[in-house]
């Protein structure tokens, strides 16, 4: 079964700094007319720090969306051109001063398929060594420091709510034991 839809026409509604918003109109597979808002998004990436002695480092920042503090795993948008790795590593190292030895790819996300072609690319970073931090002017965050069986529990109960972290949470268990 061909499930496609064909776009027939797209208007740019916004462009920002970051993102952009057009409208699609496309035709379903029966033929029928439909559209689309679709959100154009750079990308980004998530890194889960875990030390030797198996604790998460998480940053817990006000998003405004929600209008509450989340806890989240450091994570940034990619700059155009910019290889995931890299970005992981400056993100990581930015947003808590820590320096990962290791940067191991867990996956890839698509945070909310229905409405943007945003991909978060997932790490497991090991082998830390702390240092200082060098956040954006506009970044306000917090480091908190769980264990990774604290961090489970924490996502299992519905504690954490970001997707990004509660993937990644998940897999470094799956991973590390």
């Known amino acids: 079964m061909n499930m496609n839809e064909k776009t027939v026409k797209k208007t740019n509604i916004y462009s920002g700094s970051i993102i952009k918003l057009d409208l699609h109109e496309v ?25 030797e002695n198996r604790t998460v480092s998480f940053v ?10 989340i806890l989240e795993i450091p994570a940034g948008k990619l700059e155009r051109g ?12 930015e947003e808590t001063g820590l320096t990962a030895c290791s940067i191991q790819f867990l996956t ?29 002017e506009d970044e306000f965050m917090e480091v908190c420091r769980y264990t990774l069986d604290e961090a489970l529990e924490m996502a299992l109960s519905g504690q ?18």
């Open 27 to 51: 035709v379903l597979q029966n033929d029928r007319p439909a559209s689309r808002e679709i959100i154009t998004h750079p990308g980004g990436v998530a890194v889960i720090p875990v030390s």
């Open 160 to 177: 954490i709510r970001d997707a990004k972290t509660l993937i990644a949470v998940l897999m470094a268990k799956q991973l590390l034991g």
């Open 108 to 136: 890839q996300m698509y945070p909310s398929p229905g409405y943007t072609d945003e991909v978060v690319h997932i790490y497991l970073g090991t082998g830390l060594t702390e240092g200082d931090t060098s956040r954006d």
């Open 82 to 93: 910019e290889d995931p790795e890299a970005c992981a590593r400056r993100e990581l190292k």
């Open 60 to 69: 817990k920042q006000f998003r405004k969306p929600y209008d509450t503090e």
